[in-house]
């Protein structure tokens, strides 16, 4: 078990590596396998043994090998986070094909909330494999119909949202939402809008109390959607027993 857990994690914070370059390069709309990797500031194309996940950066120092320009810490960050994400769904996990379904959403879910960092999108690209993987797996995880469910349910819900509150909810988080209810099905789709609205809600109370934006400032959405679907994957049927033990009705 120790042993798995620990192939899964090494393997993931690969996957992480990979993230990394779709958050760099999809939005730039440059291809993501070609050319290799290089450093940005010196245009140096860096060697197998400086790509090794989070471990090059710490032996590195952070810094170029060449140029000793600064590697952003969100590189090893993104990879760790990744690769703890990914093992949480590994042990939580019903059936592989269903772990394939919440590691395939949960790479979906990080590049799209960095992205959406960087540059206030959610490319289609993300969106539109990850509606057509969800719906392919869709047979044996959720069904079908909970999929078609929970994902035309979730894309309204934030339809309806962006239309009350005059665009403050973008095209990208619409179709982001589609994709996760796709995943999600129902009920969880509905447990995945409500965590994302509450980590919204306190982000956003925390920004007002703190003086960092005003009343009129938009927020980016997606790493909301992004957290509040991952918490309703893997942990929905705990989260919704515990709320019912809560309210005594179990
Ligand atoms: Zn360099």
């Known amino acids: 078990m120790m ?47 400086d790509l090794v996940p989070v471990i090059s950066y710490i032996v590195l120092n952070g810094e170029c090998r060449h140029c000793r320009a600064r590697i952003s810490l969100r590189y090893p960050l993104v990879e760790l986070l990744t690769g703890t994400a990914f093992l949480l769904v590994y042990l939580n996990s019903g059936s592989t094909i269903c772990m ?22 959610i490319p289609d690209k993300l969106t539109g494999i990850g509606i057509i993987v969800g719906l392919l797996l869709s047979p044996f995880t959720v069904t079908p119909l909970s999929a078609a469910a929970g994902s035309l349910l979730f894309g309204g819900i934030l339809f309806s949202a962006g239309v009350l509150s005059g665009g403050g ?22 447990l995945a809008f ?49 709320y019912f033990r809560i309210l005594g009705l179990q």
């Open 169 to 190: 909810m973008g095209g990208g988080d619409i179709k982001l939402g589609l994709a996760i209810g796709v995943f999600c099905g129902l009920p969880n789709a509905v």
């Open 100 to 121: 394939a379904a919440g590691l395939f959403l949960t790479g979906l879910l990080i590049a799209s909330a960095f992205i959406d960092i960087d540059h206030g999108i």
């Open 3 to 49: 042993m798995n857990s620990l192939i899964v994690f090494i393997f993931s914070l690969m996957i992480g590596s990979f993230i990394n370059v779709i958050i760099y390069r999809l939005p730039l709309g440059k291809s993501l396998i070609w050319p290799g990797s290089f450093c940005p500031a010196c245009s140096q194309a860096i060697k197998a043994r």
């Open 194 to 242: 409500i965590i994302s609205s509450l980590a919204g809600g306190v982000w956003g109370g925390f920004l007002l109390m703190t003086r960092s934006a005003g009343r009129k400032s938009t927020m980016k959405f997606g790493p909301f959607l992004a957290l509040g679907s991952y918490l309703a994957y893997v942990y929905g049927s705990q989260i919704i027993n515990c």
